[in-house]
């Protein structure tokens, strides 16, 4: 994980996390690849927590592997806090697995969300960028408490967004987070009929896989743009009939690297794999 979303989420532990006591904490996605440094684990250190890291594929920092993409293998009201860095743009039904979240978290418990609002794709799937007010349509549909939502939008330019202004190689994601409490009067019945239903679908899909990326129409990319003007190339698409599909190699960027799973036929992830990228330190 990039440093930004590491020290957001050592900020959310400074200021949120329950003191006092024993802390259950649950790290979802909690998987680190080869080279990568920062865990949410180490994090943790010199705070009393039991940790458990929870991943749908084995491997390092991992202590529970997911036998479905949308089921945590967590018992319910079992958690204090749950932890989600740089995840949820990877997982392609966010709201099933903000559901499993909401039903391990106890009365009162706290979950600290961290993902990008912008950068490049990356990974095997990379599906989605949150701003605010898609945390604040998550905390609706799951009933729960909405604490502090952030993103670290780029410089203003009046009303517009001063994308050339933005620092980098320090803030490249503009990291949102979002800190959510599963409320005492939690509708349990309710949500419990919400979430049957949304995680046997979820988990029957299981990703994007069945899905393939289509080549966009000629002339897409100078959409908007001076006549003349050279478009720089849609990522993701070969150049082809809409109908063959495919996709290119993820792209690296000065904070991440691709990473994924090469032990499936062809080299692709099987369809419920939510990705886990390696960050240089």
Known sequence: MHRSAYEQMRLCVSAYLPTGRRVSVVD??????????????????GHDVAYTGVDVRPGANVDRVMKAPYRLPVRSASADVVLSGQAFEH??????SMLEIARVLRPGGLAFVTAPSRGHAHDAQDCWRYYPDGFRALAAYCRLDLLEAYTDFPPADGIRHAYGAID?????????????????????LTMAFVRA???WWANRVGGVEGVPLPAP???RAYCGRPAGSVPVPAPGAEPGPAKTGGRAPAAEGPHEAAAGPRDTPGGRPPPWYVSRVSTPS
């Open 28 to 45: 979802l996605g909690s998987r680190v690849s080869d080279g990568q440094k920062r865990t949410h684990r180490a994090l943790l250190e």
């Open 91 to 96: 997982i392609p039904f966010f709201w099933a």
């Open 168 to 188: 980098a190689k320090h803030a490249y994601w503009g990291d949102s987070v979002g800190v959510f409490q599963k409320p005492h009067d939690h509708p349990r």
């Open 197 to 199: 239903t949304t995680l």
């Open 217 to 219: 129409l000629p002339g």
